[in-house]
């Protein structure tokens, strides 16, 4: 009976530093190892596309405020009447570029001889006015009656008019100050009782 030949075992050199085993890549990822796969962590994950929005989540950015009666919708019926008292106002004091009416948060609501300015001035407009109002209300100052801005080649001049809305107009550099004061107040007061009636009548219907 012939023996089958077997190799001979190898020689270990003294010298040589014994191999070692490594550890496998799955082990080391059972093991807590760094993450090989490129895969995203399960914590802190963002919702998978199409999902639906978790009930009582933030709106996403960007989204649009939620409408209310300060956007104008509810003072639609008051637009040709608060137009007109802005033609009267401008034909009544000379010099006036134009004039608008505005909601207190910046939306335009009509306007006469602004039309390109109409929007920026109206947001303007809101910011200005609820600032000059803390100004007052902080040095005791009473009710706000007016803001005037004066620049190097005219003005811009502020009133309330009623609850819901602001009036602004911007007046040439020689235009009449005391005459602009006196009709634009009034221009504000009718304006006011204009939009505050029109907002009385749409929410008791």
């Known amino acids: 009976m012939s023996h089958e030949e077997r190799p001979p075992a190898p020689v270990l050199d003294p010298a040589r530093p014994p191999l070692t085993t490594r550890k496998p890549r799955a082990a080391a990822r059972r093991s807590g190892g760094g993450n090989t796969t490129g895969a995203t962590p399960t914590s802190g994950a963002s919702p998978v596309p199409g999902a639906p929005p978790v009930p009582g989540a933030s709106p996403a950015p960007g989204a649009g405020p939620v409408p209310g009666p300060s ?4 003072i639609t019926a008051a637009v040709p009447e608060v137009t007109e008292e802005l033609r009267r106002l401008r034909a009544r004091v000379p010099k006036l570029r134009g004039a608008l009416v505005a909601t207190v948060d910046g939306l335009v609501l009509a306007h006469d001889g602004l039309a390109e300015e109409a929007e920026g001035l109206a947001a303007l407009t809101a910011a200005a006015l609820g600032v000059a109002q ?3 209300d902080t040095t005791d100052q009473g009710a706000l009656r007016e803001l005037m801005v004066r620049g190097e080649q005219g003005c811009v001049a502020t009133w309330a008019a009623g609850r819901a809305a602001v009036l ?3 007046a040439e550099q020689d235009a009449v100050v005391g005459l602009l004061h006196l009709e634009a107040r009034r221009t504000g007061a009718g304006i006011g009782d204009l939009v505050d009636g029109a907002l009385d009548r749409a929410e008791t219907t």
Do not use: F, N, T
Not at 71 to 74: A, K, P
């Open 71 to 74: 956007d104008g919708s509810l």
């Open 134 to 136: 803390r100004l007052v």
């Open 168 to 170: 602004a107009v911007v």
